[in-house]
C-alpha cells in the first residue's frame, strides 16, 4: 500500500496513475495481468482499457458478447466486485481461450468507488483457480480505493485548473469590455460623470472636462457643489431627474472661464459599492442657438407677412387716394372756380359775395384734404411754404377739440415761429401725434401744445411740442416708438404708422425729434425744425385776378364738361378767344380745320382713347406754333406715366383757381407771344 500511496502522490495525470496501480498488482501482488476500465465523464469521451502485464506486454482484454456478461460489466453495474476463481465459469467464456493460453486460472474486478460514485473497475487476472482468497480480494479493495481517491483528486485538479483558466479568460474579456467601454466613453462627444452619495466626483471623461473647462484631476477633487454658482445651483436637479419621466432636462451650465453653455442632462442611480448617481450631458449650445434662431426668423418672417399685408392695405388705399382725388379735384375744380366768379362779379356789401366766399375756402379746405390723401399715398410732392407754427396750431386746434374729446383739456402755448413746410403734413404730424396722446388718456387727461423758438448748438429752432399726462412708455417701447408697424394698442385698434409718419415728416423737413416718458408719468414729444426767414405766406382766398387783359386763341381740351366750362367762361371774360374740344380727336379736327392761328393748347393730362401728351405730339405736327399747357388732377407720377414725362411744357395742378389759371396761361403766351386778332 505504501507503494499505491508512492503512485497516487507522484502521479499527474489519471493514465500514469493507472499504469502505476496496475504496476503495483502486477509487480507486487504477482498477478500476470491488470487492467483498469474508467466510465466515462460527462460529455468526455470514454477512455481506452489501460492494462500491465507481468511480460510487459500491453493487453486488452477481450470484452464480452452482448450473449455473456463480463465480470467488469458486472462489477460496474452493480457496484460488487465480482469473483472468478474458476475459468469453467461461463461468463469467462469470450476470453477463456485466450486465458489458458497465458496460463490464468482466476480474474477478480473491483469497483472504483469515491464520494459515492463509481470511477471504473479495477480486474486482474491470477494464474491459478482460487487465487482471489479474501486476502487478496483486501489487497484489490484496498489498491481499488487508493486509484478511485486518486482519480478523484487528479479530476478535481483538472476541474480546478479549467475553472482557474475559464476565470481568467472571463476576467480577461471583462477586462478587454471594461477598457472598451472605456474608450467608447472618453471619446465620446457626450459627457458622462459618476458621482457617489454626496456629490463628489468619483468618474468623468474627456468631454465633461471640455463642457466644464476643468482638467479630471480637478474635477476628480471636486463636489458638484464646487462648481461656480450658476451651476452648482442647477446640479441638484440632476438628482430629481430619476424620480421623474423621461428623467432629462436643459441645463445652463457656467464653466471655468465664466462663460455659459447649454446642456442636455439626464441621470439614474447605480447600486455598486453604494448609492452612485451617473449623469450623461449633451452640449446642446448651437442647437439652442439654432432653435432661437429659427424662433427668431418664424417670428420675423410672421412680422413681416403681417407688414406686407399692411402694406398692400396701404397701397391699395394710396392707389384709391389717388383715384378719389382725380375725380375730387375735377369737382373742387369747378366749385372752386365758380366761387371765384361770382366773388369777383358781385359787388362789395352784396351778402351772397359773402357766402361765395365762404365756398371758396371750404372748397380751398377739400383741396387741402385731398392733397394730404395725396401725401399719404406717396403720389406727390410736398408742397413748401412758409408757415407760422402758432397760427397754423391755432386753426387747428378747433379740430383737435374735437378729436382728443370732452374728458381731455386742451391746452396751448403759443408763441410765433415761422418753418418752411407742407401745411398739410405738418396738420398731420400734429394729429398724429395729439391721437397718441389721446389714446395714452383713456381716462381723461390733460393735452398741452407749444410753440416757440428754442436757443441751442445749432442756433434758433422752431420749436413745437405735445404733451400728454397719459400712462407713459417704458424704455423698451421708447425703443421702437418710430419702427414702421410697431404698436402697443390691441389688434385693429392701431396700424403702428402714426409714429412713423411723424418721423418721416420731421426728417422731410430737416428737423428731429425728441421723447421724454416714463410709466405713469406722460408723455412729451418735443419737434424741433429749421426757422424759415421772411413772413408767412397766408392761404390764397378768393380774390379778384390782377393779371392783364388776354390776346390770342387758346385750344381747351378737357373731358370734364364742368371744368371746360369753366376754363372756357374764366378765359373769354378775361379776352382770350376759347375754342372747346371734349377729348384729343376733336382736338385734332379743330387744329385740323380752324382757319386762324391757334396760339396755345390747354389739355388734360388723363382722356379717354387719347392722353394729353399723344394729343400734344399729334396736334404738333398740324400747328406747330401752339404752345402746350398740361393739367391734371392726378398725381405726379400718374401724369408722367402718361407721356408728359419728356415734355418741357408747364402742369397745371387741379384744383386750381381762376387766377391761377388766367397766370398760368399769361406766362406761357407771354407779352409779345400772342398772335394779333
Known sequence: MRAAGRAVAAAVTERTL???ICDVVVQLAGHPLAWVELVPQDGAEALPLICRAADGRTLVPVSGGSACEPPSATCLRTGQAAILNDLADPRVAPWREEAARRGCGAVACVPLQAGGDTLGVLAALAHRSGAFDAGEVELLVDL???LASGLRALRADERGRRLVASLGAQLAQLRAREEESRTILQTSIDGFAVMDAVGR???VNDAVCRMTGYAREELLAMQIGDLPASTAGRAARLGELVATQPNRTRIRLQRRDGSEIDIEASACFLALNGARLAAFLRDVTEETRAAAALRETQEQSQLYQRQLLQAQKLEAVGRLAGGVAHDFNNLLCAINGYADTLVAELPEGDPRRDDAAEIGRAGQRAAALTRQLLLFSRSE????QTVDLARAMEELSQLLRRLIGEDVALLTDLSPAT??????????LVVNLVVNARDAMSEGGTLTIATGTLAGPE????????????CGMSEEVRAHLFEPFFTTKERGKGTGLGLATVYGIVQTLGGRIEVESAVGMGTTFTVLLPLAPGEPQADAGPSRPTV?????????VEDDEAVRRLILKVLRDHGYRALEAADGAAALGLCDSYPAPIDAIVTDVVM???????LARAAGQLRPAAKVMYMSGHPEDVSARHGIAAERAPLLAKPFTPEQLLRAVDELLGPSEAEPS
Do not use: C, W, Y
Not at 459 to 470: F, K, M, N, S, Y
Not at 548 to 554: A, H, L, Q, S, Y
Open 18 to 20: 493507472i499504469e502505476a
Open 144 to 146: 481499488a480505493s487508493a
Open 201 to 203: 466626483f468619483l468618474d
Open 381 to 384: 410732392k410736398p408742397l413748401l
Open 419 to 428: 418753418v418752411l413746410a407742407d401745411r398739410s403734413q405738418l396738420e398731420q
Open 459 to 470: 442756433g434758433h429752432q422752431a420749436l413745437l411740442r405735445v404733451r400728454d399726462t397719459g
Open 548 to 556: 392783364r387783359p388776354g390776346n390770342g386763341t387758346v385750344l381747351v
Open 608 to 614: 379717354p382713347r387719347m392722353t394729353g401728351g399723344e
